[in-house]
């Protein structure tokens, strides 16, 4: 059974910092793309950044220069640091997990970031 848990949502200022987790089980992590995205109200689930297996990164043009995505295989987890936060930040953040494109595979429950001004 594949499970995706993420973890390290919350409240913080704008201009603050928070770290996303997300520890997979179930999937052979270091095969697997990851993937972080978020959707805010109203919205549609948008991709914030990306890690291949082999560790290349994309992020998306809003989130360039403050946020950063990591992996490490030997504790199955993928993180998201996320700086200068911005109150357009606030979203229902999720990771997926997929063989090419992680959107295509896995997704985990979802972990509210909320920013205040």
């Known amino acids: 059974q594949v499970q995706l848990v993420e973890s390290g949502g919350g409240l913080v200022q704008a201009g603050g910092s928070l770290r996303l987790s997300c520890a997979a089980s179930g999937i052979i992590f270091r095969l697997n793309a990851m993937g972080w995205y978020r959707q805010a109200p109203g919205k549609q689930r948008e991709l914030v950044a990306a890690?291949?297996?082999?560790?290349?990164?994309n992020y998306a043009d809003s989130v360039k220069g403050r946020f950063t995505i990591s992996r490490d295989n030997a504790k199955n987890t993928v993180y998201l640091q996320m700086n200068s936060l911005k109150p357009e930040d606030t979203a229902v953040y999720y990771c997926a997990a997929g063989s090419y494109l992680p959107s295509k595979g896995y997704w985990g429950q979802g972990t509210q970031v909320t920013v205040s001004s």
């Open positions: 890690i291949s297996s082999e560790g290349s990164t």
